[in-house]
């Protein structure tokens, strides 16, 4: 589809009529993220180059991009790269892409830091080190563990913690849940588990499977992750500590059960009107 002789502009209406033709919804904008990292410039420098042609190993670059996409690859695989709370984060399969929806937890928890003058943070379930990087970042006089279950995952966040010159406030651990969380305390822990049901797994789009199902399933009802940490996470938190949970909104009533004991449970909806985080107060 892409050839040398056609001029940008041309380049990506057929490359936005490709993608729509194999049912990407957002066929205009990836086509131009995807052109973008192929030229190595900024979405905003494309009018300005409109007239110009692509060398062959451009167009050839372009076409392999898109051939990927159009099998549902999400783009951020395809680039490897991916943003979160305005910072770059490295991305591959086995690491969730970082969601938008949990910017929200990370702008609470950069609140509560600030007004409780939080010294220490616990982020379990790490994945690709967005949250744990994020409060780093946007923290200073924090000290930082994140654990996961994953190896791979973990590599990849502590890559993430180089990238963006936060390795020295950050404490890795290879962890399933608490597990190797050992003699330690915290002012917050955070936690953004996998949540969703073994039955909405299998109905979630296309697109979703290209990422670690480990990320994901949570059993048959998605509690099985907030059990663990109502269970335990008392044991982790220094008093008055506090717990923030992103939350799977179609169970949040049952999930905030689980945590009737704590001094107070409030739930925060998301700009979509979703139940999407608990933040609890341990006694
Ligand atoms: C929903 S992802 C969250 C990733 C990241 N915190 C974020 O918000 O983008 C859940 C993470 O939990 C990890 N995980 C799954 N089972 C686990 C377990 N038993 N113990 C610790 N981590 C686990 C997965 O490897 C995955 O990285």
Redesign the pocket.
Known sequence: MCQTETNIFNILKQATEYLTSHNITEAKLDAEVLLCDVLKITRNKLPTIRQEILTQEQCQQYQKFLNRRITGEPVDYILGTSE?MGLKFKVNPN?????QE?ELIVEHTNKLIKENNSKTVL??????????ISLAHYNTNISIAA????KE?LQIAEDNATINNVSNKIEFIE???F?NIIDKKFDIII?????VTEKEYEGLEKELFFE?K???VAGKDGLY?YK?IANKVSQYLNPKGILLL?LNANISLQIADLFSSFLFVKIIKDYSDLDRILIAQNG
Not at 147 to 150: F, P, V
């Open positions: 979160f690491v969730l892409i970082p969601r949990t982020d379990l379930c790490t994945g690709s080190g967005a949250i744990a654990s996961d279950i994953s995952a962890s399933n849940m597990d936690s953004n588990p996998p949540y670690p480990t990320a994901f992750f663990i992103e």
